[in-house]
């Protein structure tokens, strides 16, 4: 709408149709938008020390985001025609009054906006060179991956040999076999020497107790093997489910007993049958 007619430069007069602001007017204006709805804005006029008349337009929603630096202002505005004015901006924007007080706007479900900067428009990829991406948005001119649809599965290098065949595979639990795996945990004599003193008593509990050993997970359930890296000068007794041969040998030539642990029996469909025809 039009702006009402100028005024002199005083101070603020809400009586002589809106308040003054610096020199200049404010006035409120409420339009209809396209959609039945109404917007409002907040005009002001003002003017310049070379005598210069400049005006700034701030839109709805700029009054809602600035409605605490009104308040910081001191300003008090007043709609041309309260009556007509819309209830969001009449809610936020007139009759926004402070006398040295700054408590700011309630927070309510009309003015919640994500943080700035926190959200950022999707690329248009294919609408032409004004998206920012070019003709052919990067995907080049030629080739299945310039046209729309599914592209190529994963490892496809175009009908050559694909380089997951072409490595060569390994033994074990590299290649993904059963035969690399650990079936003890390992324990050298230089450990139960370092460790253990003459009359004591090396087993799975012990070693854990004295934190030779950190178990965790699947080596909790395996047996215990000592192997025969070091020297032992103590008499000691050694309780394990397997010994390696040069273990054996230097244990018993320093006297120390050796008690073989029985280990857990493997499952097969054989042993499994002659049990169960046994115990029936």
């Known amino acids: 709408r039009p702006p009402p007619a100028p005024l002199p430069s005083s101070p603020s007069d809400p009586a002589r149709g809106g308040p003054q602001l610096c020199g200049g007017q404010t006035w409120l204006d409420d339009d209809a938008s396209h959609d039945g709805r109404r917007t409002g804005a907040l005009h002001e006029r003002t003017k310049t020390s070379r005598g210069r008349t400049e005006e700034t337009k701030l839109t ?18 007043r709609a041309n025609r309260p009556m007509r004015a819309p209830r969001a ?21 009309n003015n919640l906006s994500p943080w700035p900067g926190s959200r950022r428009k999707a690329k248009r990829k294919g609408r032409g060179h004004a998206a920012g991406q070019g003709a052919s948005c990067g995907f080049g001119m030629r080739g299945q991956k310039s046209r729309s649809g599914p592209g190529v599965r994963p490892g496809f290098e175009g009908g050559q040999m694909p380089l997951y065949r072409r490595v060569p595979k390994l033994k074990g639990i590299a290649g993904g076999m059963s035969a690399g795996k650990d079936k003890f945990v390992n324990i050298n004599l230089r450990d139960i020497a370092e460790n253990f003193e003459a009359g ?21 359930s395996l047996p215990l093997k000592v192997l025969g890296d070091g020297e032992v000068k103590v008499q000691v007794t050694v309780k394990a489910a397997a010994f390696s041969k040069s273990a054996k040998e230097k ?15 493997k499952w097969t469909r054989k042993a499994h049958e002659a049990r169960m025809a046994a115990s029936s």
């Open 60 to 77: 709805m929603k700029q009054m809602r985001t600035s409605a605490s630096e009104f308040c910081g202002k001191g300003l008090q505005v």
């Open 200 to 220: 004591s008593e090396v087993s799975m509990e012990s070693l854990q107790a004295k934190r030779v050993l950190s178990l965790s997970g699947k080596e909790k």
């Open 89 to 109: 901006v009449a809610a936020v924007v007139a009759e926004v009054q402070a006398e040295g007080q700054d408590d700011g706007e309630r927070l309510r479900l």
């Open 251 to 265: 244990l018993e030539a320093a006297g120390c007993t050796v008690e073989l642990l029985p280990m857990k029996e």
